[in-house]
């Protein structure tokens, strides 16, 4: 019931009958506003009975009102759940296995996925070496919130739906039929069981159907060897672990030979255990990555490549197959004994596209009886057919095909002769391409048929006998697409959707006993392996001689390569892998020809630093055969063989690309009848081109201690001392290392978590997977080709490389020059065919950080557990940490790089902003950032062992770097527990610290890298 | 009865000095002397106790470094410790060296302007005060002196003739 | 006589000048008009000035990025001109407390200009650790306020906040110094003005000052006292400023001599830009009598000394470098690395402006000529400028890390600030030089009997 409170207004109230209570009762104010008089005209304005008071509150009011209208704040759409989802607890994310297969990476991943935003790709530890994911399966992510996307079907650059696109497909694919014109299915190598099925089904429903496989990098010559020596075409499996001595010619097994994927089981050998480590030997034209990490490596031309492929298979099988001599003969003749010793330890491996190679390496492995080299568990991620493709396109030009169907290729862009296919392509009577954006192919078709991103999609693989994969969609559709196998279904006249059939497959032929929601939820499958091949004995005599008059050398060769980052330009849009800094050119946002010193000069060619030490370089014009490349930039590449030149496919995309993208060339061009070795003739071009290059200084300046390197048989037999030595200060006239030494008594940080990251040279490959697994995990901005170039890069992990050069302090002593300006100037050139030696730094999280101390505000302090924290919205941006920091790794936000037209990138639009993880702040202009060491995963780790009451398990205390880096390399942990990996880490014999001597106390070491040196 | 005071002009600073000696032997007694320029020996002459300013100065001083000192160990070691690049902020003992550039700045500061502000007090200036100096040129190149005599004016101004005075009035 | 002085001393005060004169001279400019020179020179300095508001507003509107720095150079021009600029400013204090303490008489025909040169010079410096801030607009956090965002205070280990107090005291002391000795002589304009908005003005410039006994008594022992305390002051400023790169572990930066090292160079810049002003004040306002050759030629002695001095640090600094045989100090701003390297032109420009130019000064024929005085005055600025670039962009451009080494290049934005700084300095002084008394007439008076060229003949005339 109402309450019948009385509450007093008024002394007055207490009479009875007051006119006061009365009047208060009847009026809210005690006098009459006299608005009206007041907003009268002029005259009886001026003799209006408006007193001050009044005049004061309507201006008061106004003003008010005004100023309240005024300060309208932006608006936020948020829209809250009306309905909670299951299992989406807002903060907290959760992880889908899933699998990558565009056709060019192939990977098993788990997709971490916040309030339904898929926001980062991590490897899926269950799966192996298929678990690992490169730079460019973890910018894959950013590839989905795409703003260059397509938004729905099209037909003829028109927008349609659905319905009338199937309706007039199903129309002509039906005529087609009728008069059985031929339709071909144009896909790249999908190695999904599924998919295949559905495309044969697709074949017998319209009868006259060829399905042809297509890669833009492809190895069709070692799938054809594979086929005719054990009658399956796939490629061969390398178990690296085993290996004692790999011998590689022009194979880039760390890159995109045969698919790679290779890191981590290569790297398994590369440690010295009791006193064994393999032994990598590179012969090859450009430096590749491999070429960097292998212990000896002999830069020689394309065509050289193929003469010492037959002197090795002579040299190990006694044969004298004709040949010609090479620079790598002395090697090759040591490699061979070596080989034998080594025996089934030992295995070759061949980068040549040429069947007859690819024979002859397969035999010799064959000869080796080598356990490294299993071909009967073959990989499938490579089934692309030259000769298909290439008949392809002749029998289009010749009016022989009715219908192409497309997917997940780009033909109209990776064909050399592109052109003659877009012509044939836009006559033929019905042409859809199935594409994500409006690509070469798409731009060329009648329809395209806009297709998901594959963290949308449903799929499955079989990257290998007995190995499938699971794909599943992690957010729902963001646009009006379509899968590519529902298209067909539909078009089939099927009434089963893609999913009911991917699982009617698996639980019929692959799942046997295991059941789906099991499969699922491991992305991976370990199924039974089929296949039983056997090598049928063959003659390899006519291989080897057709191998050698097949090859013709010439003054220069061209070797197209692929880089780490762009691949063949799938992702070319992705401004992670734009900015990623190529792992030994160090140079981002461009391909470019790489040339030897001695060739450079040959043609006056240069490289040159202007005054604000960005690099700048020649121009060429390229000719092979009848098709050019014009001012194509120039980089001189220690290492790169002289009379061979390297140019990086993938690059020079138009279409449906943002213009920031657009960088480069497209040497696919100049992949004359798809093989990626050419003769070449080069002549200089007018003008100089801009590099983005982050590292302009090449060579260690005799400063050794900073990538402390050792031999084999060093490492072994001399004391620690001698290899890695740590510097000593005197404390109390005795020598102690400089750990021990310190100014002031210590913080006690034995109490709670310490948190250290240890890096193994040895087993660091420089393939960057760190750099974008943190570009992504820490909302670090794009900074666009301009501020890369002036040294602004904004990486907060980067990965140092260091080429050895010619003068060292040692010869210098000798030559009499040491400490003279010419020691200096000489030190700074490489040598022609360099060590070459990789670092990842981050910020050291020193005890005693220079930073700290420095920062005015104290926005920059010690954590307890070890972490040098940044306070953003404390800092000031004086930049005097950044000065005083001895490894600099602090990065400045020079420009707002969010929400700001000049850096269109992205973080500029709300497609793009969707990949930004909510866990870190995006920063502000005018503040300092760096390197957290993932404190929001630590923190997050931390707190769910704390709400499970258990203490935290080593393996859960991950950075995006050490938790995506392929080889194990990085480990993060904490030395507290003694038990940790990493606490034991700090005690090995390889650990050091960087700049030790400087005495910063870092937290981040270091251990050397060991070389297996040994001759014979 | 009322005493007289009178103002003497001259224009050199030695004779104003023998001037201001002899009016002190006759016991004169000097009630103001306004000059140009700082006369030297002239205070002693006229017989005025030295300034102590200085000692203010030296209290600031140490009032400004006790600040400091306060200052330092309140925010840095009391109120807010942290682990800045390993210094030892437990212990001000320890962590003093970094705060001597301070506690010296401060001293200075407080020394200083307080001192100047005490000066500006007690000579009663600031802005807006009117001058007082009777006569404009003592401030160009002549000197006054203000000597009251509460009998015979005339020998007093006799006195001061005699001494060099280049005019002689009755201040009104 | 208590004016006595050696008469070998030679005069500070030229011609035969009364009291009154002193006063008529130093009132002239004041109360004359502005030459057409005046109005030129002040016009050219406007428009610098504006020019750099202009570059600072565009800084400060867009971003730190607008500057030529990097992620490994993140200090150059900035910082440079900040450390020059407080170098500048040291001459004036120096004169005025130093000479003072020695009982230099010929300081007072020149401190007073000094100090304004001083004051006006720490403008500028101050200027630059404001506006090379990312955040201008949150400077305020390195006052020691417990933070609006929680209870974080500044961090006094930081040799950037022991600059904030250093400046800001040396700035706020020079100026009461400066002031204090400026009362007489204002009040003297005030009694000399006719003009009654100068009087006016004048009135209240001179806080109401009238010359009493006490007050002069005090003025002394004030000025004495700020005297010994500027000292020290002025000294513990470019120390301190020297402890933003010797507490680092730059190479290059990382010196025990800078402090020594930088106060040398400081008093060093610091003359030779009183030079360069007074030379030309002496002739636009007619001083000639009392800034006199023995004045310039003291200040060139001054030169010598401690352009001395710092040619033997820059020796020490490149032997010591050499010595210790440690490869990261190969490149340092004094090294064979930075005389070879891609910066030997900022290198040598340093060594030929502050080690051989100078040494000419040895001559008495170079070091009393007002010719060569003032060209080589500037040539020490530019000197002193490339020392700080040298220390400053050298060294952080070959850090401990090869791969993080790279070079610099300033924008348009750099060049208009430095230029707006030296415009916005002459702004200053040129007003300063029309509207105040620019020597410290009630001290020359003091000295006019002892140091006046016709006292000094008179009592030579006496002795025979």
């Not at chain 1, 109209?412 to 044939?424: D, R």
Request: glycine share 6%; hydrophobic share 40%.
């Amino acid at each position: 019931m109402a309450s019948n409170k009385k509450y007093w207004r008024n002394v007055e109230e207490l009479k009875a009958d007051s006119s006061l209570v009365e009047r208060l009762s009847q009026k809210e104010f005690l006098e009459e506003i006299p608005t009206d008089t007041f907003l009268g005209d002029k005259d009886n304005l001026s003799s209006s009975s408006t007193t001050r008071r009044d005049f004061l509150k309507y201006v008061g009011f106004t003003t008010a009102v005004a100023s309240l209208a005024a300060c309208q704040g932006p608006v936020l759409k948020s829209i809250p759940y009306v309905v909670k989802p299951d299992n989406i607890i807002p903060g907290v994310a959760n992880f889908y296995a899933s699998t990558m297969a565009d056709g060019t990476d192939f990977a098993h991943i788990l997709v971490k996925v916040r309030e339904g935003r898929p926001i980062k790709i991590e490897p899926n530890k269950m799966a192996g070496n298929w678990g690992s994911t490169s730079a460019r399966v973890q910018a894959s992510i950013l590839s989905l919130y795409d703003n260059n996307r397509l938004r729905g079907p099209l037909a003829e650059t028109k927008e349609t739906d659905w319905s009338s696109l199937d309706k007039t497909l199903i129309e002509s694919l039906n005529t087609l039929k009728a008069n059985n014109e031929k339709i071909v299915v144009l896909t790249g190598t999908t190695a999904s069981p599924t998919s295949n099925k559905i495309i044969a089904n697709f074949a017998q429903t319209f009868g006259n159907v060829q399905h042809i496989v297509y890669d833009a990098l492809s190895e069709s010559a070692a799938l054809d060897a594979f086929f005719e020596m054990y009658g399956e075409r796939a490629l061969p499996n390398y178990k690296f672990e085993n290996a004692e001595l790999i011998v590689s010619i022009g194979a880039d097994f760390l890159g995109d030979w045969q698919g790679g994927q290779y890191a981590a089981s290569y790297t398994k050998g590369r440690v010295p255990v009791n006193g064994k480590m393999s032994k990598h030997i590179q012969i090859e034209s450009n430096l590749s990555l491999t070429g960097a990490n292998a212990d000896k490596r002999i830069p020689v031309k394309p065509s050289e490549q193929v003469f010492a492929l037959i002197n090795l298979y002579n040299a190990i099988t006694g044969s004298n197959f004709a040949s010609n001599p090479t620079p790598a003969d002395a090697t090759i003749k040591i490699a061979a004994n070596q080989l034998k010793k080594a025996g089934s330890k030992g295995v070759v491996l061949c980068g040549i596209q040429n069947k007859d190679a690819q024979i002859l390496t397969n035999a010799l492995n064959e000869a080796l009886l080598s356990e490294v080299y299993d071909f009967n568990s073959p990989r499938f991620i490579k089934a692309g057919n030259d000769e298909a493709i290439k008949n392809l396109v002749a029998e289009m030009t010749a009016g022989k095909v009715g219908a192409l169907l497309i997917y997940n290729t780009n033909p109209s862009f990776t064909l050399p002769n592109a052109s003659a296919f877009n012509e044939a392509l836009k006559k033929l009577k019905l042409s859809v391409c199935f594409s994500m954006t409006d690509d070469e192919t798409a731009q060329n078709s009648k329809y395209v048929a806009t297709i998901p991103h594959y963290l949308e999609s449903w799929g499955d693989t079989q990257f290998q006998a007995g190995n499938f994969g699971l794909m599943q969609p992690t957010i729902n559709p963001l646009f009006n697409t379509r899968q590519f196998e529902e298209s067909l279904l539909i078009w089939m006249g099927k009434n089963t959707t893609f999913y009911q059939a991917l699982r009617e497959n698996w639980t019929t032929s692959i799942l046997g006993t295991g059941t789906w929601n099991q499969a699922l939820h491991d992305g991976v499958f370990k199924g039974s392996n089929s296949l039983d091949l056997t090598y049928n004995m063959m003659e390899v005599a006519s291989s080897a001689a057709a191998l050698l008059n097949q090859t013709k050398s010439a003054d220069f060769e061209l070797n197209l390569y692929t880089k780490i980052s762009m691949g063949d330009g799938k992702q070319a849009n992705n401004p992670w892998l734009q900015e990623l800094p190529d792992p030994i050119t160090r140079t981002s946002w461009d391909n470019y020809i790489t040339i030897s010193a001695t060739d450079a000069k040959k043609l006056g060619l240069e490289n040159f630093n202007v005054s604000n030490g960005a690099l700048n370089g020649s121009k060429v014009n390229l000719k092979v055969g009848d098709a050019v490349l014009e001012n194509v930039p120039v980089y001189i590449q220690p290492g790169q063989a002289n009379g061979s030149i390297g140019l990086a496919l993938g690059y020079g995309r138009t279409a449906g690309m943002q213009t920031e993208m657009m960088t480069g060339v497209n040497a696919f061009a100049l992949m004359q009848d798809l093989n990626p070795v050419q003769t070449v003739s080069i002549e200089k071009a007018a003008g100089i081109h801009e590099f983005a290059c982050v590292q302009l200084q090449h060579t260690i300046m005799g400063r050794d201690e900073i990538i402390k390197e050792t031999t084999l048989d060093d490492f072994i037999n001399k004391p620690k001392k001698e290899w890695n030595e740590t510097p000593e200060f005197s404390l109390n006239h005795e020598e102690v290392s400089a750990e021990r030494v310190d100014l002031w008594e210590k913080f006690d940080d034995t109490v709670g978590h310490h948190f250290n990251l240890s890096i193994d040279l040895a087993t660091c490959t420089g393939c960057a997977a760190c750099v974008v697994a943190c570009h992504a995990e820490n909302n670090v901005p794009v900074v666009g080709k301009h501020e890369i170039r002036v040294s602004r890069d904004m990486h907060w992990l980067r990965i140092d490389r260091y080429y050895t050069s010619d003068m060292t302090n040692e010869k210098a002593k000798e030559a009499g020059i040491f400490g003279t300006g010419e020691m200096f100037n000489t030190m700074t050139i490489p040598s022609e065919n360099p060590q070459v030696a990789f670092q990842p730094v981050m910020c050291q999280h020193c005890n005693h950080a220079p930073c700290e101390t420095v920062c005015p505000v104290a926005a920059t302090s010690h954590g307890r557990q070890g972490q040098n924290h940044m306070a953003y919205n404390r800092c000031i941006g004086t930049r005097y940490c950044a000065n005083n920091c001895p490894y600099k790794v602090r990065r400045f936000n020079w420009f707002k790089y969010a929400n700001n037209n000049e850096f269109d990138f992205n973080m500029n639009n709300d497609l793009g902003k969707m990949v930004l993880n909510p866990d870190v702040v995006v920063r502000s202009r005018g503040v300092m950032e760096k390197c957290s060491m993932c404190l929001q995963k630590t923190q997050l780790s931390i707190l769910t062992a704390k709400s499970e009451g258990r203490p935290v398990k080593d393996e859960e205390f991950q950075t995006a770097c050490s938790s995506a880096c392929p080889t194990g390399s990085m480990v993060f942990g904490d030395i507290n527990d003694k038990q940790s990996e990493v606490a034991k880490l700090t005690e090995d014999v390889r650990a050091f610290h960087l700049l030790a001597e400087v005495g910063t106390k870092p937290n981040v070491m270091y251990h050397l890298k060991v070389r297996n040196t040994e001759e014979s | 009865m009322s005493s007289t005071t009178i103002q003497a002009i001259f224009d050199d600073d030695d004779v104003l000095l023998s001037a201001v000696k002899e009016l002190r032997t006759a016991n004169y007694h000097i009630e103001e002397v306004f000059t140009p320029f700082p006369v030297h020996g002239l205070e002693k002459a006229v017989g005025i106790e030295g300034t102590r300013i200085a000692i203010t100065s030296f209290i600031y001083g140490l009032i400004g470094l006790t600040f400091a000192i306060w200052l330092m160990d309140y925010t840095m070691i009391t109120d807010w410790p942290q682990n800045i690049g390993g210094k030892p902020s437990f212990s001000f003992a320890e962590n003093m060296p970094a705060f001597v550039p301070i506690m010296f700045e401060l001293t200075v500061f407080f020394a200083a302007h307080l001192m100047v502000i005490t000066f500006y007090m007690r000579s009663k200036l600031w802005p807006y005060k009117k001058a007082e100096n009777p006569d404009p040129r003592t401030t160009d190149d002549h000197f006054m002196i203000e000597v009251s005599t509460a009998n015979d004016v005339k020998s007093l101004e006799d006195l001061l003739k005699k001494s060099g005075a280049k005019e002689i009035k009755t201040k009104a | 006589m208590s004016h006595y002085e050696a008469p070998i001393r030679e005069p500070l005060i030229f011609g035969d000048k009364s009291y009154h004169d002193i006063s008529v001279d130093v009132a002239a400019p004041v109360e004359g008009k502005a030459n057409k020179l005046w109005w030129i020179a002040f016009s050219i300095a406007l428009t610098a000035f504006l020019l750099g508001i202009g570059a600072i507003c565009y800084t400060i509107g867009v971003g730190i990025g607008v500057w030529g720095l990097n992620n490994r150079i993140n200090w150059a021009w900035d910082i440079t001109n900040f450390v020059w600029w407080v170098g500048i400013g040291h001459a004036g204090t120096l004169i005025s407390a130093v000479l003072l303490l020695f009982r230099q008489k010929w300081r007072m025909g020149i401190n007073r200009s000094a100090e304004a040169m001083t004051i006006f010079a720490v403008f500028q410096a101050g200027l630059f650790p404001i506006i090379h801030m990312g955040r201008v607009w949150n400077a305020f956090y390195v006052l020691p306020l417990p933070n609006a965002l929680g209870s974080l205070w500044v961090n006094f280990n930081s040799p950037l906040l022991w600059d904030v107090f250093a400046i800001s005291t040396y700035l706020s002391v020079s100026l009461v110094f400066w002031y204090t000795g400026l009362l007489p002589d204002f009040a003297m304009l005030r009694d000399r003005a006719v003009k009654p908005f100068q009087k006016k003005i004048y009135g209240l410039l001179s806080f109401g000052w009238s010359g009493r006994l006490k007050d002069w008594q005090r003025f002394e022992e004030v000025s004495l006292v700020l005297a010994g305390l500027a000292t020290p002051l002025v000294l513990s400023v470019h120390t301190i400023v020297s402890m933003d790169f010797a507490t680092s572990i730059i190479p290059g930066w990382h010196s025990t001599i800078f402090p020594p090292y930088f106060v040398a160079g400081a008093i060093f810049s610091g003359f030779a830009m009183v030079q360069t002003l007074l030379i030309i004040m002496r002739k636009v306002s007619h001083l000639e009598a009392y800034i006199t050759k023995i004045h310039i030629e003291n200040m060139n002695k001054v030169i010598i000394v401690t352009g001395g001095i710092v040619s033997v640090a820059y020796m020490t600094e490149f032997f010591v470098g050499w010595y210790s045989g440690s490869s990261y100090e190969d490149y340092t701003y004094l090294s064979v690395g930075a005389a070879t390297g891609p910066y030997w032109w900022a290198f040598w420009s340093l060594i030929t402006c502050n080690f051989i130019f100078p040494l000419t000064l040895w001559f008495k024929k170079a070091r009393t000529s007002l010719i060569w005085s003032f060209i080589l005055s500037i040539i020490i600025n530019i000197g002193m400028w490339f020392e700080r670039f040298d220390i400053i962009v050298i060294d952080l451009s070959r850090g401990h890390l090869p791969s993080s080494w790279t070079m610099f290049s300033p924008t348009f934005v750099d060049v208009s600030i430095f230029i707006g700084t030296i415009g916005f300095f002459f702004v200053l002084f040129l007003l300063y030089a029309r509207t105040f008394p620019v020597i410290a007439q009630a001290e020359l008076k003091s000295i006019l009997k002892s140091s006046g060229e016709n006292y000094k003949n008179l009592r030579k005339e006496n002795h025979e």
